[in-house]
Structure formats: structure tokens, C-alpha cells
């Protein structure tokens, strides 16, 4: 939502500006400027980019104009997923979670939570990360090197359609002096004809100029940085996972696994000690429980 009202807020700052100085907004309609721009722009975005960077550039933008999926309701459950899974092990055994991870649409305790069964790449970060602790024989620093591996690289994917999208962006104000470059050659043709004629075109020219600018640094600019917001989101969302997972799998807790890990949370985003201790302790004996209490279970 505040993607759409900031651009309305772009467009219409500009062109609010422009008719309080008398401007003729028919002079800003000018189609083949914007065609030779936008086209040619589009034109350096297939050529630089394969298939699979367009997708996620499309996907990207439409991502966008919606909020973020990392909501603090987000992080509770999936921090109380981890919990419930943590639990499961420290009762029955780290072997206990072979199913859980192998299928985890079928899990119990995995498919409570929808966010995990639909998102692929959460889903596998968890199951294929707690499927190589239930195998046995590796070290926790292994463990969080395959972690930090498996982040750097889809997070390297992430970035890669908003550097395709910033270059566009870039590109943008020079394209529009290639269109004002055609306009005035098309100006110069027109020389000696009426004054109003080679005004007209003289001005369709500086449109192109610019349109180049204001696509640049209104919208394609803006929108490959909120693109980059929201990978860094996903990014932090993970780091929350792989704490909580490197953390357990050092010997702590459960408890104080998830609580290492809300610690982790972005701070907008991050529920508080009560919050957390409710929803863990499903609003049983343990909710509401002061700090002391958890530490006490934690070294339990």
C-alpha cells in the first residue's frame, strides 16, 4: 500500500508542480519518447539478464506492492514450531524427528504451521539442516558452515534480479538523452518551418530528457530498493532460524534456543519475553512466568 501511494505521491508532486506553473500537460504526452525509453530500457534488461532473472524480476516488483510476509505473527510461529520440534527431540531423541523432517506436510507439528509447508525454501533450510543432526556424527560448527553456506547463496539469488532492476534504473537518464538526442535531430530537420513547429518538437525532445530521469529516480530506483528491504528481511528471517537451530544443537535448551533466537528478531518486528513465553508454553502453567522461571526450566 505504501508502495502505490508513494508513487502517486511522485507522480502527483511532479505534475501538481508543473500546472501550478501554467503548464500544458498535452506537451508531457508524448508516446514515442516514452516508447523509445521504456522500450529500449526493457531492451538492456533482456539482453544482461537470462530467463530466470526476468521471472524473479517480475515477481520482485509484484512483491513489492505488498506488505512484508515477516510479520512478528510470523516469527511466533515459527519460533514456536521450532520449539515444539526442539521438545520432541529432548524427550523421544534427536532420531524422533526423522519423520517429521522427511515429510513434513505430514508432520504433526510442522504442518501447523503454513508458512513452512508452503514456503520450499524455509521448509528445506529447517528439515534438510535437522536432517543431518538426526543422521548423528557432525559438529555443531559443520553444521552452522552448511547454514551460513546455504544463506549466502539464496540470499546472492535474492539480490541478483534487484542489481538486473538497479541497472535498468540507471540506464534510464541516459536513454532519455538518447530520446532528447532523436528529437533534436528530428527539430533540425524541421528548421525554417513555422516557429510553432520547431517549438513543439524542441519540447517533445526535453520530455525525453525528462521522462529518463523521473522513471529513474521515481519509480524503477525506489522500486529495486524496497526490493532490497525485503531480501534483506528474508535474510534476516533465516539468520533468526539458523541461531535457534545452532543453538539447540549445541546442548541448550529449548527454551532458551527460541529465546536466543528472538533475541535475533529485527527489532520492529520482535515479539517481547511475554509474548513469546505465551504462545511457547501454549498458555499452559508456563505462560506468563517471570524471566527467573525460564532460566530456571532452561537449566532444567
Known sequence: MFVIIGIIVVFGAVVG??????GNLKVLMQPAELLIIGGAAVG???????LHVLKKIVGGIGSAFGGSKFTRQRYLESL???????????????????????????????????????????RDFV??????????????????????????VHHHGATVPIAALSTMADSLPGLGIVAAVLGVVITMGALGGPPEEIGHKVAAALVGTFLGILLCYGLV???????????DEEHAFYQVLRVVMLAFLKGTSPIMAVEIGRRAVPGHVRPSF???????????????????????????
Do not use: W
Request: aromatic content about 6%.
Open 127 to 152: 528439515c534438510d539442516t535437522m536432517r543431518m543432526a538426526v543422521t548423528g556424527g557432525i559438529e555443531p560448527f559443520d553444521v552452522d558452515q552448511m547454514m551460513e553456506a546455504d544463506m549466502d
Open 221 to 231: 530506483g525506489p522500486l529495486a530498493a524496497s526490493m532490497a528491504k525485503t531480501a
Open 274 to 300: 511475554q509474548e513469546a513465553e505465551k504462545v511457547f508454553r501454549g498458555g499452559g502453567a508456563g505462560a506468563g512466568e517471570p524471566a527467573a522461571a525460564a532460566a530456571a526450566a532452561a537449566s532444567a
Open 80 to 122: 514456536k514450531t521450532m520449539y515444539d520440534l526442539f521438545n520432541k527431540a529432548r524427550r523421544e531423541g534427536l532420531i524422533a524427528l526423522e519423520s517429521d523432517v522427511e515429510e513434513p506436510g505430514k508432520s504433526p507439528i510442522i504442518s501447523k504451521n503454513m508458512f513452512f509447508v508452503k514456503d520450499h525454501h524455509v
Open 44 to 50: 538492456t534488461v533482456l539482453v544482461a539478464n537470462p
Open 17 to 22: 508542480g508543473y500546472l501550478m506553473e501554467h
